[in-house]
């Protein structure tokens, strides 16, 4: 397997579900999404990634995991670029270790590995094999990090059954789809209006989870999601009231039904 360096710089992207998905993640729960590969094309299914974080402090690398799928177009990650119709290549990345602070620092990478250059202009640049296995043990040795490895083969199978990322329909659940819908909305429970930030403070920072609107199940395979009107983010308790019926209350009706609850 070779191994690739992948960039984030929250100036230049919001990811405004990635503490959902470190919490996904550490619960043992897959989280794949789509990363710009620059013009990279020797990237194969069962690679290795490590994610960089640059542009804000503190930078260095918060992820990795394996690559998902071979290089395609897909639209710009930029959301101006894509209006315009841009596209750029991507490759499905997916995540066995993330975290919002670094792994492994910027300057221990610096001081570590002085003869490799970790500020590329763009993602899925090689990382020498030697550095690749030495970043690898040091993620393995932490205890808090640690994941079973698996082979090409065992990432080619997950890649082929899992809801696929290349296209925007329902059955996808895109993480695209989910942060677009967190822009639009906002972390405020659109049910009970709890705030986790307001009450858990930095802890809760930019984290709701989000609600289909419609079943997926019963949206057919050609339904194209609006992130704006059939996601909606609720709060943990809020999301889980709203599946106690089938199908699920829509969020006026758990409203009403809170509201009744409270004026008793």
Same mark, same amino acid.
């Given at each position: 397997?070779?191994?690739?360096?992948?960039?984030?710089?929250?100036?230049?992207?919001?990811?405004?579900?990635?503490?959902?998905?470190?919490?996904?993640?550490?619960?043992?729960?897959?989280?794949?999404?789509?990363?710009?590969?620059?013009?990279? %094309?020797? $990237?194969?299914?069962? @690679?290795?990634?490590?994610?960089? =974080?640059?542009?804000?402090?503190?930078?260095?690398?918060? &992820? !990795?995991?394996?690559?998902?799928?071979?290089?395609?177009?897909?639209?710009?990650?930029?959301?101006?670029?894509?209006?315009?119709?841009?596209?750029?290549?991507?490759?499905?990345?997916?995540?066995?270790?993330?975290?919002?602070?670094?792994?492994?620092?910027?300057?221990?990478?610096?001081?570590?590995?002085?003869?490799?250059?970790?500020?590329?202009?763009?993602?899925?640049?090689?990382?020498?094999?030697?550095?690749?296995?030495?970043?690898?043990?040091?993620?393995?040795?932490?205890?808090?990090?640690?994941?079973?490895?698996?082979?090409?083969?065992?990432?080619?199978?997950?890649?082929?059954?899992?809801?696929?990322? %290349?296209? $925007?329909?329902?059955? @996808?659940?895109?993480?695209?789809? =989910?942060?677009?819908?967190?822009?639009?909305?906002?972390? &405020? !429970?659109?049910?009970?209006?709890?705030?986790?930030?307001?009450?858990?403070?930095?802890?809760?920072?930019?984290?709701?989870?989000?609600?289909?609107?419609?079943?997926?199940?019963?949206?057919?395979?050609?339904?194209?999601?609006?992130?704006?009107?059939?996601?909606?983010?609720?709060?943990?308790?809020?999301?889980?009231?709203?599946?106690?019926?089938?199908?699920?209350?829509?969020?006026?009706?758990?409203?009403?039904?809170?509201?009744?609850?409270?004026?008793?």
């Amino acid at each position: 397997m070779s191994a690739y360096l992948y960039i984030w710089n929250p100036n230049n992207w919001n990811w405004t579900d990635q503490p959902e998905a470190v919490i996904r993640i550490n619960s043992g729960e897959p989280y794949d999404v789509r990363w710009s590969c620059g013009n990279t %094309t020797r $990237i194969e299914i069962g @690679d290795i990634f490590f994610l960089m =974080r640059l542009g804000v402090e503190p930078k260095g690398i918060i &992820g !990795c995991g394996y690559v998902a799928s071979t290089r395609y177009e897909h639209a710009h990650w930029d959301e101006g670029r894509a209006l315009a119709g841009d596209k750029a290549w991507r490759t499905d990345l997916s995540f066995r270790v993330l975290a919002e602070t670094p792994l492994i620092s910027f300057d221990e990478l610096k001081s570590e590995f002085p003869s490799h250059n970790w500020t590329p202009q763009s993602s899925g640049t090689t990382i020498p094999r030697p550095i690749a296995e030495a970043l690898w043990k040091r993620i393995q040795s932490d205890p808090s990090t640690s994941f079973t490895p698996s082979t090409p083969d065992e990432v080619r199978l997950y890649a082929e059954g899992r809801p696929r990322l %290349t296209t $925007i329909k329902t059955y @996808d659940r895109d993480s695209a789809a =989910r942060q677009r819908c967190l822009q639009a909305h906002g972390y &405020g !429970c659109s049910v009970c209006d709890f705030d986790f930030e307001k009450t858990y403070g930095k802890l809760g920072a930019q984290f709701i989870e989000v609600h289909h609107l419609k079943q997926l199940a019963d949206a057919g395979p050609d339904h194209v999601i609006n992130p704006e009107t059939d996601l909606a983010p609720v709060c943990a308790n809020c999301h889980r009231m709203l599946h106690k019926s089938r199908p699920p209350f829509s969020i006026e009706e758990l409203q009403a039904i809170l509201r009744t609850a409270l004026d008793k």
